[in-house]
């Protein structure tokens, strides 16, 4: 296995209030390889976007990073000054935040937001960035003429995918999404992956990627990170969780998406609501919605556990896998396969396979 570019070690971030800190992200540890696709889904409020940006050191008060590290090509992320960070975004990482329309300056062109990037991270000339700035607009397959369109004279899609083309104005190594399609109806949603994993494959970064759509997250990503009340739930293979998920949140989420194909069968969903952060239940954190909770759940806090190739937090597993086969054998009734693998790295599935499958949920929120 290559050397991560990403490894993040009991990373902990919280939320001042009042009454104390509210934990929103809880020791969570993950390593991402180069060109890998890394998606993160859960619930509204598991952490995931708060996650995001803890990595790229974007969290403004009330909120914080109280423990762990970040480390991204060999340098710890979180004790970084601001001009160092200044120095390694952009160039390195960069960010696609989860509204254009909201990301973007709405009284200043796409050339002219290009430029006061391109001005604060180099030195390059304007006729240097206007080149620039029209490769990279071809790269996300719009016509340069679009430079000079303001914001709100451009389609959802195409806001979206000129935001991919400002982080991809210095070809970084990591490039980290929050929900970039979610504004975005089924057709667009499609065309911008698929664009996403294009360029993924031509310029060989790596992605992290957070959404609600599994759809999109069983086409084309290589891992998937489940988080539940800011902890790490299951972390593995697409293709091995998709198949077989271990955690039964895991398998909530799945069973909470649609199928086109087979009889038509009754979405169980996942009763009950997320805990309050700042009131967690002793234990585990699902066990309050868990049908398949056990009389430690309600005491013993679960440890992140390896069972095969993947890391599951469950009680289930406690006993070396014991469990495994009674909680993942069944797998998930009316939850999508996901794609066969193409076996090149960062690539789940070929975009050009038929999507009909996968898109059938496309747009639901799990």
């Not at 451009?154 to 190594?173: C, E, K, V």
């Not at 009734?333 to 789940?348: D, H, I």
């Amino acid at each position: 296995m290559p050397e991560p570019i990403l490894q993040v070690r009991d990373l902990s971030v919280a939320y001042q209030t009042d009454a104390g800190p509210v934990p929103a992200v809880d020791r969570v540890d993950l390593d991402l390889a180069p060109t890998e696709f890394l998606a993160i889904v859960g619930e509204s409020g598991c952490g995931k976007s708060t996650l995001l940006f803890a990595i790229a050191q974007l969290l403004s008060p009330p909120a914080g990073v109280t423990g762990g590290s970040v480390v991204f090509k060999g340098r710890d992320m979180v004790r970084l000054t601001d001009a160092e960070l200044r120095a390694v975004r952009w160039s390195e990482f960069s960010v696609v935040m989860q509204s254009a329309m909201n990301a973007l300056n709405p009284v200043k062109s796409v050339a002219a937001q290009m430029l006061d990037v391109c001005h604060a991270h180099t030195s390059m000339s304007k006729a240097e960035i206007r080149k620039r700035s029209e490769e990279v607009m071809r790269l996300v397959s719009i016509d340069p003429v679009h430079l000079d369109s303001y914001p709100h004279q451009l389609s959802g899609g195409m806001r979206q995918r000129a935001m991919i083309a400002m982080a991809m104005l210095f070809t970084p190594d990591l490039v980290i999404m929050d929900e970039p399609t979610s504004a975005l109806d089924v057709v667009a949603q499609r065309s911008l992956m698929m664009q996403i994993k294009e360029l993924q494959r031509e310029l060989g970064f790596a992605v992290l990627f957070v959404t609600h759509d599994m759809s999109l997250v069983s086409h084309f990503s290589d891992r998937v990170m489940v988080m539940y009340a800011g902890q790490v739930a299951e972390l593995g293979g697409t293709r091995e969780l998709f198949e077989r998920p271990l955690h039964p949140y895991s398998r909530g989420l799945l069973e909470a998406f649609p199928s086109i194909r087979g009889n038509k069968e009754h979405l169980v969903g996942i009763p009950g609501s997320p805990p309050d952060l700042a009131r967690l239940p002793e234990g585990c954190r699902f066990a309050p919605r868990c049908p398949s909770v056990m009389t430690p759940c309600s005491t013993l806090v679960p440890e992140l556990l390896a069972v095969d190739d993947s890391l599951v937090r469950c009680h289930l597993y406690g006993n070396g896998g014991e469990g495994a086969g009674d909680a993942a054998g069944s797998g998930s009734r009316g939850s999508p396969t996901a794609p066969p693998g193409t076996g090149e790295p960062g690539s789940n599935g070929s975009p050009d396979e038929p999507l009909d499958r996968e898109l059938s949920g496309t747009g639901r929120s799990s």
